[in-house]
């Protein structure tokens, strides 16, 4: 349990300390967890929505059939995130290089192996659905 003296002086530290004031901290502050974005979500510029489009309309049986067309699209996804990661890893590889790798720097590009398993498992899911679909007439 807190005195009396502790609680008035946490609550004159918490008056002092109210973060950032200009426009510049508060969007330097802003990014100060971000490394890559991946946890996000994928932002779909309409290059991206394109491309996810052209894609998982190459992928299905007949783009008439909303669940196949759902599917398709989940594997177009995936496989434009995994193609993100590779190229976030290759940026953090790139520069790695010239510097003394620490421990740290390569722990976060090692990081990036759970983006990419998640990944994989959801195009590999969204792959094996869309085969039963097309095959069996029915989704696992």
Not at 57 to 73: C, E, I, K, W
Request: overall charge positive; hydrophobic content about 35%.
């Amino acid at each position: 349990m807190a005195s009396e003296k502790q609680i008035a002086a946490n609550r004159a530290n918490a008056k002092r300390s109210t973060g950032p004031k200009t426009a510049v901290g508060k969007s330097r502050s802003r990014r100060n967890a971000f490394r890559h974005g991946l946890s996000l979500g994928m932002a779909r510029d309409e290059l991206t929505s394109r491309k996810i489009d052209v894609l998982a309309r190459a992928l299905v049986h007949d783009d008439n059939d909303g669940q196949q067309l759902f599917l398709a699209t989940s594997m177009a996804v995936a496989q434009v995130n995994l193609l993100h990661i590779e190229k976030t890893r290759t940026d953090m590889m790139d520069a790695l290089e010239g510097r003394d790798s620490d421990s740290a720097r390569l722990r976060r590009v090692a990081a990036l192996d759970r983006y990419e398993r998640y990944a994989r498992t959801k195009r590999r899911r969204a792959s094996e659905q869309l085969e039963a679909l097309i095959c069996d007439g029915s989704p696992r």
